[in-house]
């Protein structure tokens, strides 16, 4: 009855670990994608023209001239 209770524990332990990798790895692959898409939305938002009100200084000097 000690063996087959041990064996018992062992295949939840080992069915447990097994869906614990699986849960990390697609929470460590998505927190990753996430972090990729932010980094590429903050890029492009960072490199696109400024609104043309921040440009006014600028562009009254060029007009004196």
């Keep these: 009855s000690f063996c087959?209770?041990?064996s018992f524990f062992s295949l939840i332990f080992f069915v447990s670990?097994?869906?614990l990798?699986?849960?990390l790895h697609h929470f460590?692959?998505?927190f990753l994608l996430s972090?990729?898409?932010l980094f590429l939305l903050f890029?492009?938002?960072?490199?696109?023209?400024p609104p043309r009100s921040t440009?006014?200084?600028?562009?009254t000097l060029?007009?004196?001239?």
Excluded: E, G, Q
């Design 28 to 30: 460590f692959f998505f």
């Design 62 to 65: 060029s007009d004196l001239n």
């Design 35 to 37: 972090r990729a898409l």
């Design 43 to 49: 890029f492009f938002l960072m490199i696109r023209r």
């Design 4 to 6: 087959v209770l041990l």
């Design 21 to 23: 990798h699986i849960f």
């Design 17 to 19: 670990f097994f869906y």
């Design 55 to 59: 440009l006014f200084p600028y562009t």
